[in-house]
């Protein structure tokens, strides 16, 4: 099995379509993250990095690891 790919995020605490709009023109990628069990994140991520994570050999199929502050989801 392969590593999880590292990624780190911002926690943001607006939601909805015109805060993710202005996070988008600021050149962040604006996310919610869904675990089971667990209530959703909504965080942003660096465009370069989430590109970089997913054109690797598994593509959309890679696990990511992503750590916002000191908290680490996969």
């Known amino acids: ?6 990624i780190a ?7 909805g ?3 993710a709009r202005r996070l988008r023109v600021s ?3 604006p ?7 667990k209530a959703p994140v909504a965080l ?3 465009p370069k990095t989430l590109k970089k994570a997913i054109t690797g050999p ?4 890679q696990l990511l690891s992503i750590k916002v502050g000191s ?4």
């Open 27 to 29: 050149g962040q990628v």
């Open 71 to 74: 908290a680490a989801h996969t």
């Open 44 to 46: 942003s991520v660096e």
């Open 17 to 19: 379509k015109g805060p």
């Open 1 to 6: 099995m392969q590593q999880p790919i590292e």
């Open 58 to 61: 598994l593509g959309f199929n």
């Open 31 to 37: 996310c919610i993250l869904y675990s089971a069990g």
């Open 9 to 15: 995020g911002n926690a943001r605490v607006e939601h």
